[in-house]
């Protein structure tokens, strides 16, 4: 059993930053991939980046060289840190952990996510 809480979202002018953790509890988180999804009002729930156990990374089109993930085995916690943020960010980001390829239906588990709202 893994549970994710999300914490770091807020309201930023664009061009900011923010940075969004996902603090997970389980032992056996080292095991999966972890990612963050977004959904934006009346849009489908889209995958933002993912990294793999392995340390792996992947990202969508629409934020590379903006965002970065990393996660802390330690500290058994995923960052997302987001950069010259734009309005088209706004959503919900979502923590997720979960199997390669990383769609929706290979999510095991979500946090329960947290607002990310960028104005103009």
């Known amino acids: 059993q893994v549970q994710l809480v999300e914490s770091g979202g807020g309201l930023v002018q664009a061009g900011g930053s923010l940075r969004l953790s996902c603090a997970a509890s389980?032992?056996?988180?080292?095991?999966?991939?972890m990612g963050w999804f977004r959904q934006a009002p009346g849009k489908e729930r889209e995958l933002v980046a993912c990294i793999s156990s392995g340390g792996s990374t992947y990202y969508a089109d629409s934020v590379k060289g903006r965002f970065t993930i990393s996660r802390d085995i330690a500290k058994i916690t995923v960052y997302l840190q987001t950069n010259s943020l734009k309005p088209e960010d706004t959503a919900v980001y979502y923590c997720a952990a979960g199997n390669p390829p990383f769609r929706v239906r290979d999510v095991d588990y979500w946090g329960q996510g947290t607002q990310v709202t960028v104005t103009s």
């Open positions: 389980g032992r056996t988180f080292s095991r999966y991939a």
